[in-house]
Structures are given as structure tokens and as C-alpha cells.
């Protein structure tokens, strides 16, 4: 019978291993379960999320499969999270087989990166002889009273009879002192067009202010307390006299002859962000990117009829388009002020423009000039003359372009990387490992980096935005940029979003860098570079050897935190 042939195929002769490692490894299905490296204890402060992983396999699978379930012992058991670590299917890991000897693996195939939920006792395992992992996080409130060594026990129990397989115990020190609030400024773009055209909602229809609210939420959940605000549709990642669908928060009406404006979703949009966490705003560019020679996109209610009024035809100087931002900026920096967030808003006028752009962008910048008066303005862009020259007030440098500005004692200054930046430097590639991601909270912390910039959170469409894909098949932009680099976060069902570890990554940097900052106002600084830097130097060009040189290093600030409160 088929219930004879079931019961024929439960492995009974499995050895089932079950072992801690840290959250910076990557367990590729096809990894020797030996070779990945135990981590049985760590430690934490209060507010924080810690991380590690549950790496298991069958040494001895036979011909079919064992069903697991999963219990957690443990007195901060209602703390713990557990999710699946899933392997996505990569397909450039890296730029044209550009990569340094930092990339785990080069070639296409399937690497772990996504975080899909997993309940105690309730979701199954189906365990087999490939190597995985379950991702464990433990998130201790920052009101919370736990202080001393905490055990965290995982039991592995057979889904058919409740027999115990196999268990592992992980020590977890929670230390009493507080993550202090995160100083840097951080963003990686939100992308609301491509939450409407992946879920198939109208833009700014409730379920699509629904949607957005969830992703928001995820980023700020994140470290992420800058978001990218749509006054008019982002003049981002689009082929000259190309689009993407519409998302402008501004309305915009032209009746005979005169312009006027409504910033109702506008508000909206800032007391949401405001609610959710988001502390800074960047209003979109507002000249098209790679040289500020156009206009962005914009759409009117002229005479009754909506239509575009301002674009690839329009040249960044024109005299209409002058004189459309002379009366929209004012009563734009207006609804700033009544809403409380003028002081903590940057303007945008192009977005990477090079060395042969100078002279475009400086035209565009007039155009606006006395209109954003006393605003910051802010660009992602690499050439030191621009700087030199007074071009642009804050850049946004590439973190492998840091070396001129750096020298040159620029305060306030902002880094970035996106699919260009791969050699010696950090960045968040699926196929980098985790180290390389965090080490940027040591980098950034040392050379006392104001704010990052990413442009990817969510963006889900193919280079220039021709089309919609499915991330969860293609994560390079159809063959555009290596997977890591276009969005850190999986849409899932029901509008919300899935984590990623190259996200986390990330968020842990952030962590870090929280923490530098509680041990030096306990230490003083020299104390804490002293132990960041007692494997070597630290900077943007020098990368870390091995796990210990994040992991210890973390361990070490936490302890010399616990010895001095």
C-alpha cells in the first residue's frame, strides 16, 4: 500500500548532526558539514538583535529523507526567532567574472541568502544529506532587565513519533547596558513603483499604502532611517526618453496658465514615515541621472487633462521648467516646515555625475539655487574636483574613492556602494562573505563616516526598468548586476517583506558601530580603535582575514562595555 511504501522510505539509519555557527557563515548545500566552524557562545546589549545559525545535515541519508520538527529550550525562549535559510538560484555572482580572491564563489549556482519564517514545533524540516541552516535570532528589548549568561538549547525531534534526535546548546550573554540610538544616516532606496507593479496594485491605492508601510517598517526595523521621497517619479535607472510607472507624491495642476500644487499624499507619506521611524527624508532628484541634462519625469492636471508636462524633452535649464521649480520649491519647503522635517530633509540634484558632467551640473544647481538656500544638498559622486570646487555641498563618495576626501579632512561625509565597487573594498554581494559586508561598521566608525547610501532596498525590475521580474529567480537585474546588489529584501506573499543575509549583514554593521560608540564614551576612543585595529590597520581598502577579525572584535568591545558600567 502507498501508507506501507511511506513508511518503507523514513531513513531509520540517518546520523543527523546538529552544530551552532555564527550568522557570518554562508552553508552552501554541497559544504562539508566538518569544515564550517562551530560558534557555541556570543553575547549581546539590550535593544539589539542577535544572530547565528543552526547548521545541519544527515551524514548518513540513505535513500530518502528524515521530517524533523524543532523545539527551543530556553529561559529567553519568547525571545528567539527561528527562520529557514534558503538558497536562491545566482546567476552572476559577480561583474563579467570580475572577482578578488574576497568572493566565496564565482560560479552560478545556488547560494544562501533568503530568510524565509520558520515556526517552533510547528514547521517540519525535511533533513537529508546536504548541508543547511536555520537562522536563529534573539531580540532582548532595550527596557529589558535580562543581564548574565543565558542557555539557548535547539532539539530536534522526529515529526513522527516525537523522538529526540539530536541536540545543540548555544550560550548567549546578554550584557546590561543599553545600544545607544544610531548616529549615521543611512539609506538604501525604496522603490514604491516596484511594490505596485510586482503585487499588481494601483499606485497609492490603500493596499499599496499598506504595502509600502510593511517594506518601510522592514528598513527602519533595519537601520535604515533615511528614505528616498517621491515628490515627482525618480529620474533613476532609466534609458534616455525611457520610463518608469508613476509615483509622484506631488500633484501638480496647470490652469490657464498658472501652476499650482497638492501635497495631500505628500503628508501622507511623511507622517507615515514618521510613525514607522524614519528620522530623514531625501526628496528625489530633480534632474535626470548621469549628467543632470534633463528634467525629471512630471505629470499635471492641465485644463482638465493629465498628462506629462516635464521630461527627456526638456532641457534642464529651460525657462518653463526654471520657472515651474521657482513657484513648486517654496511651497514644497512649506510643507516641510508645517510637517517638522525641513531641518532633517536633503535635496537631490542628479545622481552620479562624472568628471565630464561638471558643467551640466552646475547648470542644473543654478537653476535651483535660490530657491533651496540654506538646504542640503546631497549627490552620490566619486570625482574629487566636484568637492574641490564647491560643486556639491555633502557627496556621497564611493567607498573606493574615499582616499582624496579623506585626506582632505572632509567633514560630514557620506560613502556608498553599489555593482561597481568589488575590488578590496566591502559591499553586500550574495556572493561575498558576510565579513566583508560587516567590516563596513568598523571602516565607518573609524574615519567618523556621517551616512551611507545604497540604491537598492526593493528594486525589483530589469536594468533601465524595462520590465518586472521575479526576484526570486532572477536577483541580477537580468544580467545587469551581481545578486546582492539591486534589493535586500524578498517581496512575500501578502505584502510583506522577507530578509536576506546580506541585509542583516549590514544591520549587524550598524550594530557594531552603536556599540563602538557606548564603549568610547566609557573608554575613550583611542581605546576602542585599539582594539578594532589590533589585527592591523583598518580602512576602506583593507579587508578582514577571517570571522574573528568582526566577531572577536564585537566580543572584545562587549566585554570591555560590561567592565566598565
Known amino acids: 500500500s502507498a501508507a506501507a511504501a511511506a513508511e518503507r522510505r523514513v531513513n531509520t539509519m540517518s546520523k543527523i548532526v546538529l552544530k551552532p555557527v555564527s550568522g557570518l557563515e554562508k552553508c552552501f548545500l554541497d559544504d562539508k558539514f566538518e569544515s564550517i566552524n562551530e560558534y557555541p557562545r556570543g553575547s549581546m546589549l539590550r535593544g539589539e538583535r542577535f544572530s547565528y545559525q543552526l547548521a545541519f545535515t544527515d551524514l548518513e541519508p540513505g535513500d530518502w529523507k528524515t521530517d524533523v520538527r524543532v523545539r527551543i529550550e530556553s529561559p529567553v525562549a519568547e525571545l528567539v526567532t527561528l527562520r529557514r535559510v534558503e538558497n536562491v538560484p545566482v546567476r552572476m555572482p559577480c561583474n563579467d567574472h570580475c572577482a578578488d580572491e574576497g568572493f566565496i564563489r ?25 548541508t543547511e541552516a536555520l537562522w536563529v535570532d534573539v531580540s532582548v528589548p532595550e527596557d529589558s532587565e535580562l543581564s548574565g549568561i543565558y542557555p539557548v538549547t535547539a532539539v530536534f525531534v522526529r515529526e513522527d513519533n516525537g523522538q529526540e534526535i539530536v541536540r545543540c546548546n548555544f550560550e548567549l550573554e546578554i550584557i546590561p547596558a543599553k545600544l545607544p540610538l544610531q548616529k549615521t544616516k543611512v539609506t538604501q532606496w525604496f522603490h514604491p513603483d516596484c511594490l505596485a507593479a ?3 496594485v494601483p499606485v497609492f491605492s490603500e493596499e499599496h499604502w499598506s504595502i509600502m508601510a510593511r517594506f518601510i517598517r522592514c528598513a527602519v526595523e533595519n537601520g535604515i532611517n533615511m528614505i528616498l521621497t517621491p515628490i515627482f517619479t525618480p529620474a533613476l535607472d532609466t534609458l534616455p526618453g525611457g520610463e518608469r510607472p508613476t509615483v509622484q507624491l506631488c500633484d501638480v495642476y496647470r490652469d490657464g496658465g498658472r501652476w499650482s500644487f497638492g501635497f495631500e499624499k505628500l503628508e501622507r507619506w511623511i507622517g507615515m514615515c514618521l510613525e514607522l521611524g524614519v528620522e530623514y527624508f531625501e526628496m528625489a532628484h530633480l534632474f535626470t541621472q548621469w549628467g543632470a541634462h534633463h528634467a525629471p519625469k512630471i505629470m499635471a492636471h492641465v485644463d482638465g487633462e493629465y498628462k506629462q508636462v516635464f521630461g527627456w524633452d526638456t532641457d534642464a535649464s529651460a525657462d518653463e521648467y526654471r520657472n515651474f521649480l521657482t513657484e513648486f520649491l517654496p511651497q514644497l519647503i512649506d510643507v516641510l516646515k508645517r510637517n517638522g522635517v525641513d531641518d532633517c530633509t536633503v535635496f537631490h540634484i542628479s545622481d552620479e555625475p562624472g568628471g565630464d558632467h561638471m558643467e551640466s551640473y552646475m547648470k ?12 542640503t544638498i546631497m549627490d552620490a559622486l566619486s570625482d574629487f574636483e566636484f568637492w574641490k570646487n564647491g560643486v ?5 563618495v564611493s567607498i573606493d574613492h574615499m582616499d582624496p576626501y579623506l585626506e ?10 553599489c555593482c561597481c565597487q568589488w575590488k578590496g573594498v566591502s559591499n553586500r554581494f550574495v556572493a561575498m562573505p558576510t565579513r566583508r559586508n560587516r567590516v563596513i561598521g568598523q571602516q565607518m566608525y573609524k574615519y567618523d563616516i556621517a551616512g551611507f547610501l545604497q540604491w537598492g532596498f526593493n528594486f525589483y525590475f530589469a ?7 521575479d526576484p526570486y529567480m532572477c536577483n541580477d537585474g537580468n544580467w545587469w548586476v551581481p545578486a546582492g546588489d539591486a534589493f535586500s529584501v524578498y517581496p512575500a506573499p501578502g505584502g ?16 557594531d ?5 557606548l564603549a568610547e564614551s566609557l573608554a575613550g576612543r583611542d581605546t576602542v580603535m585599539s582594539i578594532i585595529e589590533e589585527r592591523g590597520p583598518v580602512s576602506f581598502k583593507t579587508l578582514p582575514a577571517d570571522d574573528d577579525a568582526v566577531l572577536g572584535v564585537r566580543e572584545r568591545i562587549n566585554q570591555l562595555i560590561k567592565s566598565r558600567i
Not at 582632505?408 to 556602494?417: H, K
Open 513 to 517: 558601530m552603536r556599540a563602538f560608540s
Open 198 to 200: 510586482y503585487y499588481g
Open 496 to 511: 510583506a517583506p522577507y530578509e536576506t543575509i546580506h541585509l542583516l549583514g549590514f544591520t549587524q554593521a550598524m550594530y
Open 106 to 130: 564565482t560560479a552560478p549556482g545556488l547560494y544562501p541568502d533568503l530568510l524565509r519564517p520558520f515556526f517552533a514545533e510547528k514547521s517540519r524540516l525535511c533533513i537529508t544529506g546536504v
Open 463 to 469: 536594468q533601465h526598468s524595462l520590465e518586472v521580474l
Open 364 to 375: 542644473a544647481k543654478e537653476v535651483v539655487r535660490e530657491q533651496l538656500t540654506g538646504q
Open 408 to 417: 582632505a579632512g572632509v567633514s560630514g561625509l557620506w560613502t556608498y556602494y
Open 392 to 396: 556639491v555641498d555633502c557627496p556621497v
